[in-house]
Structures are given as structure tokens and as C-alpha cells.
């Protein structure tokens, strides 16, 4: 339960932005024009990528409205190898990643857990993302830099 409440936090108040650079631009999730690798590597930069929060909209469509300190101090890193780590005002916590190409979800299984939060990628590009929750709810992510 109090992971549910990460990821709640998360889609709420965390935001993805690029450290790392990356030639591939403007490729959505949708067109599958690039290969899972160079998704992965949208994802996570060639060693790690910072993100955060730009936009939250609720199950109900409704647009929720995010602090300018929640866009700012919250945020998600993905590593290439296949960790992440998260840090928002009350909380922080890490795991794994994974991106399947295939049905365009990002799951994240956090360290200690035996539960896998999973994402629908709505779009991909190397500086912003956005995620579907399984309520509906959706995040864009900006990436740092």
C-alpha cells in the first residue's frame, strides 16, 4: 500500500527531463520507429536521466494542479542498467525499470516489493514523456537539462 502511494506521489508530482544526450528526436511510442534499445536509451539516457513532473491529469481528465517545487525537487532518475531511484518531499525509493516495446508499458518494480507498478507510454521523446496509469491518470514528464 504505501508503494501505491509512491506511485500515486509520482504521478503527481514527478516529472522526467534529459541529463544525458540523445541524437534521436521527436519519436513517439506509437510510430514503433525505433528500436526497443533506442527506447530504452530515450528512457534513460546512455548512463542515466533525470525527470519531472510537468502535467498531471486525474482519472476524471481533470488537470491537477502541480507546485512549482513539486515540478522542480521531485524526480525520477532512470539508469541504464536497469535501476531507478525517486525523490519526492516525503519520500524516496528505488528498484528496477523495464520498457517492453511491444505493448509500450514502463513497469517499475521497487527494491523490497513484490509488486510492479506498470505504465502505458502514451509518448516518448527524448525530452518528454508521458504515462497512463492504470486508473486513467496521466503524467507528462519533462526531462532535465
Not at 533506442?38 to 539516457?45: A, K
Not at 546512455?46 to 502535467?55: L, P
Not at 519526492?88 to 509488486?115: C, I, K, P, V
Not at 505504465?119 to 491518470?137: C, H, I, R
Amino acid at each position: 500500500m504505501k508503494r501505491k502511494h509512491i506511485i500515486h506521489t509520482l504521478l503527481l508530482a514527478v516529472g522526467l527531463s534529459a541529463a544525458a544526450c540523445n541524437t534521436r528526436q521527436d519519436t513517439t511510442a506509437e510510430t514503433g520507429t525505433m528500436t526497443e534499445a533506442g527506447d530504452q536509451n530515450l528512457i534513460s539516457g546512455s548512463t542515466s536521466k533525470t525527470w519531472h513532473a510537468d502535467k498531471h491529469t486525474n482519472a476524471e481528465g481533470d488537470n491537477e494542479k502541480l507546485s512549482r517545487t513539486e515540478r522542480k525537487n521531485d524526480q525520477m532518475i532512470f539508469n541504464a542498467d536497469g535501476t531507478f531511484s525517486m525523490n519526492t518531499r516525503q519520500e524516496a525509493a528505488g528498484g528496477n525499470w523495464m520498457y517492453d516495446r511491444t505493448s509500450q508499458t514502463l513497469s517499475l518494480q521497487f527494491s523490497g516489493e513484490n509488486h510492479t507498478e506498470s505504465f502505458k507510454v502514451l509518448s516518448l521523446e527524448e525530452d518528454q514523456m508521458e504515462l497512463e496509469a492504470a486508473d486513467g491518470s496521466t503524467l507528462e514528464l519533462e526531462a532535465e537539462g
